[in-house]
């Protein structure tokens, strides 16, 4: 048996997929605080919230499948 260090490519491809967990609830964290910020200075309570509580969830699952299908062909290129 020959033990094989890990190559720069699976340290990327473990920091990718450790990020996971955090990418959905930051976009929508970001998101809403935007929101509420606009929301504040412009008057219109609640709805640059809720819009920007939608696109910080569109954002957060674009991102979450984008790094799943970038995961994805990396593992059937190897």
């Not at 048996?1 to 976009?27: F, V």
């Not at 964290?29 to 606009?38: A, C, D, E």
């Not at 969830?57 to 059937?76: H, K």
Request: avoid cysteine; charge should be positive; aromatic fraction near 14%.
């Amino acid at each position: 048996m020959t033990d094989q260090k890990p190559g720069k490519g699976n340290y990327r491809k473990w920091a990718a997929m450790s990020s996971l967990g955090l990418m959905l609830p930051s976009s929508i964290i970001v998101g809403l605080f935007f929101g509420y910020f606009l929301d504040k200075l412009l008057g219109t309570h609640p709805w640059m919230l809720l819009l920007f509580l939608i696109l910080g969830m569109i954002s957060g699952f674009y991102s979450l499948l984008r790094v799943l299908n970038n995961y994805r062909n990396d593992q059937d290129d190897s």
